[in-house]
């Protein structure tokens, strides 16, 4: 029955875990969630169902076997052709943990014959789960996909708390990379402050106000790094770049693959940023961060930590933010001089 409660199976060999396609933030915060699946269900061969860029940015990833890419703006893509791989690779999956959102995801995940299937029950495809679990809107990302595994294998007496803090993985390699594409720009890696002035949907801070805290930055011995990827974020860096006139900065927007934005990130004593994949990463490679936020919900998406901080906008007005209240929090994380990540983010394998 699709409304059954049915019980875990013991012990459990297969877990397919299905995230947003579109976001690559969006996966990164269900990275938690992945790393406690590892820990409940050990002998389990663990799927990650997800984008393109997502599973890049998971690479070495010691939580996930296999990957299962996908891009729905691929002319070849279809819900059956996704279906076909996914069966390949997991039939009747014991646990589906499904963070994806749609009424697509949990029909496949009952498609593909999941014998537990968790996850939010929004979109009205609660009957379609196992464990339909409440979104809580309010909630920060990372608890509510946590919140999925806690509907199969609740924290208690013989499952210790699930530890909230986010992680990618590099090698030492990519890290050398970092580095050197750093010094063919002619900075000294350690000395960076990386700033990522685009965004997608309206989240960026004014270009002006990031000129005005890099050049302050710059007065200060910090050679200022402009980083991203985006639709439109050329433009938006030039505009940056142009703003702060003839003092020196390095410009690697749209210059590196994601993989060597990540090697880059690593070499940086600050990333300051918006809402974006980007604050992602750096955060959870263990890199301090400031993630400006209007709109969008920094209690949902910002990273909170003794390096990780984030300021919103009044109002959620950007417009509004004043380049004081970010250069006072970036002296502040720079004269910590964090060298050594928190324990559980950005290992280097």
């Not at 933030?25 to 409940?40: C, F, H, K, S, Y």
């Not at 409440?134 to 699930?162: F, K, M, W």
């Not at 890290?175 to 402050?193: D, K």
């Not at 961060?289 to 300021?311: C, D, M, P, Y």
Request: hydrophobic residues 40%.
């Amino acid at each position: 029955m699709i409304f059954s409660r049915r019980t875990l199976p013991v012990p459990v060999r297969s877990v397919v875990v299905l995230t947003k396609h579109r976001f690559m933030g969006d996966t990164i915060v269900a990275v938690p969630m992945l790393r406690a699946a590892r820990q409940v269900f050990p002998e389990a061969t663990i799927t990650l169902v997800t984008g393109m860029a997502a599973a890049t940015a998971l690479e070495h990833c010691p939580f996930v076997d296999t990957f299962l890419r996908y891009n729905p703006r691929d002319p070849h893509y279809n819900s059956q052709e996704l279906f076909k791989a996914l069966t390949q690779c997991a039939t009747s999956p014991d646990v589906c943990l499904v963070a994806d959102r749609s009424f697509r995801s949990a029909y496949l995940a009952l498609r593909i014959g999941g014998k537990v299937r968790a996850g939010f029950a929004s979109e009205g495809r609660g009957f379609l789960l196992t464990h339909p679990v409440t979104y809580r809107a309010s909630a920060p990302e990372i608890e509510c996909c946590l919140d999925i595994l806690r509907a199969v294998v609740p924290e208690g007496q013989d499952t210790p708390a699930y530890d909230p803090t986010p992680q990618l993985f590099i090698t030492g390699e990519e890290r050398n990379r970092g580095s050197e594409i750093l010094v063919a720009q002619g900075a000294t890696p350690g000395t960076c402050v990386g700033i990522q002035p685009g965004a997608n949907d309206g989240k960026a801070w004014l270009p002006k106000r990031y000129a005005e805290v890099a050049k302050e930055l710059i007065s200060c011995g910090k050679t200022v790094v402009l980083l991203g990827s985006g639709k439109g974020e050329e433009q938006v860096a030039e505009q940056v770049r142009q703003a702060i006139g003839e003092l020196p900065t390095i410009n690697l927007t749209s210059k590196t693959t994601l993989r060597e934005t990540m090697g880059v990130l690593t070499q940086l004593s600050l990333f300051i940023g918006n809402d974006t994949g980007v604050n992602h990463l750096a955060a959870s490679l263990g890199v301090p961060t400031i993630a400006l936020f209007g709109q969008t919900s920094a209690i949902k998406w910002g990273h909170q930590s003794e390096q990780n901080r984030v300021l919103t906008a009044p109002d959620g007005d950007m417009t509004r933010l004043e380049r004081e209240a970010v250069l006072r929090v970036a002296q502040e994380l720079l004269e910590k001089k964090i060298v050594q990540p928190s324990p559980a983010a950005g290992v280097y394998v």
